[in-house]
């Protein structure tokens, strides 16, 4: 299921990363890498705040949606 499913406060894997190559290029540059955590600070209509290792990260719901858990 996407991230944007996550509720705030909970701890997920990732799963699988889609989407064109830059993109998940991108995303594993910021941390999201398969096998990682990721906890959902907090969400507003589909946007998230992640806490990825030290960082927290903010995603629109659009990338979100190609984080899979």
């Known amino acids: 299921m996407p991230l944007t499913m996550a509720r ?5 894997t990732i799963r699988k990363v889609t989407g064109k190559r830059e993109e998940r290029q991108h ?7 398969v096998d990682g955590t990721v906890t959902v600070v907090s969400e507003i209509a589909g946007n998230l705040i992640l806490q990825v290792k030290d960082s927290r990260i903010a995603l629109d719901k659009k990338i979100a949606n190609r984080i899979m858990i």
Request: no cysteine; aromatic share 8%.
């Open 8 to 12: 705030p406060g909970e701890t997920v």
């Open 27 to 33: 995303l594993t540059e910021l941390g999201f890498v």
